[in-house]
């Protein structure tokens, strides 16, 4: 029987590429460039033609010229930090060349990484990403997308990335098994830490999404060199923001109707795990209300609702995502 191709046999490299659009030879070898997925790999390749009418009295086409060729992939983890005492300037939280590539600007301290929304575009960072199946692998260059973080009660968070890409390199490549794969257990959103409007400490929230909603623009390539026809992926816009469905409430404790109709921001604070260095915090400091409406859940009544994270009195605090030690409170 032939050699079949099985897609859980997947491996993902992931690395930053120190000169945009230059592949940085990502290895499974290297502790840190391999994603732990949760589940397959989903990859969008595209190939364009144009066709040519065949002529000399032909009823057909002559052969077509090729174009373009677009890419894309789509994969999942869970939002892991990392053992107590082990930030370091080379030791970093496991998705963050990932997080970089979706417009977070990563800064250090001794106990924690953050990453929050890029003010410059000349500070967004591209990666070099290897989609390796049972020998055969896609390459791509100047990798950019979006990041999904998906919460649920009392479960591990999921980081959902939506990446494009140069095409560079298709070929049969054998690779072994990854080292440097996390081995903690992924925290759990045990409590929503706080979401605070008009001093509510917490709304029961069961589950929740938010979304960097980058706007990515594939630039189609007029130079040479470029084998993929596309010159470069870049983040031209960003509109983040989510979604959630907290338990309703008496309106003299948070009134999400009013809240909607006056604009007024809400401050959501979201904290994942209870083990330092192991500890997930989303803060979104000026969330505004798009939509609001009822729903129910067993009879139970929830408010489904729509925000979006607009910047506040600067250009880049539009969220901050931080691996650390301790909860973090806004």
């Not at 191709?5 to 993902?12: E, I, N």
């Not at 072994?176 to 509510?200: F, H, N």
């Not at 999404?209 to 623009?217: A, E, K, L, R």
């Not at 921001?265 to 915090?281: D, K, R």
Request: glycine share 10%; proline share 4%; hydrophobic share 40%.
């Amino acid at each position: 029987m032939a050699d079949l191709f099985l897609t859980r046999r997947q491996l993902l490299l992931v690395k930053v590429e120190t000169t945009e659009g230059t592949d940085a030879a990502p290895q499974e070898a290297n502790s840190g460039d391999a994603v732990k997925l949760i589940d397959p790999w989903t990859i969008d390749l595209g190939q364009e033609f144009t066709e040519v009418v065949g002529g000399n009295l032909s009823r057909g086409n002559a052969t077509p010229i090729l174009g373009a060729r677009p890419a894309g992939i789509t994969f999942r983890s869970y939002l892991n930090g990392v053992s107590v005492g082990s930030f370091t300037a080379a030791n970093k939280p496991p998705l963050h060349a990932a997080i970089r590539a979706c417009g977070g600007f990563e800064t250090f301290a001794s106990s924690n990484y953050s990453y929050k929304p890029a003010t410059s575009a000349g500070s967004d960072v591209s990666v070099t990403i290897v989609a390796h199946v049972d020998g055969y692998e896609h390459r791509m260059v100047n990798c950019r997308g979006n990041m999904n973080l998906i919460y649920g009660a009392n479960a591990p968070v999921i980081a959902e990335f939506t990446m494009r890409g140069q095409l560079t390199t298709e070929a049969s490549t054998s690779r072994s098994a990854p080292t440097g794969l996390t081995t903690l257990a992924p925290p759990q959103w045990i409590d929503s830490g706080s979401v605070l409007v008009d001093s509510v400490a917490c709304l029961n929230i069961e589950a929740l999404n938010f979304n960097t909603n980058n706007t990515i623009y594939e630039e189609r390539s007029s130079c040479a060199g470029s084998g993929s026809g596309i010159n470069r992926i870049i983040i031209t816009e960003r509109a983040p923001g989510g979604s959630m469905d907290p338990a309703a409430i008496e309106p003299n404790s948070h009134d999400a109707f009013g809240n909607w109709r006056s604009g007024t921001a809400a401050t959501i604070n979201l904290n994942a795990g209870t083990v330092a260095g192991n500890i997930v915090t989303l803060v979104v400091s000026n969330a505004i209300y798009k939509t609001v409406g009822w729903g129910d859940k067993s009879g139970l009544g929830i408010w489904n609702i729509d925000f979006e994270a607009y910047e506040g009195t600067a250009a880049d605090d539009n969220w901050k995502l931080t691996f650390t030690d301790s909860w973090v409170v806004a």
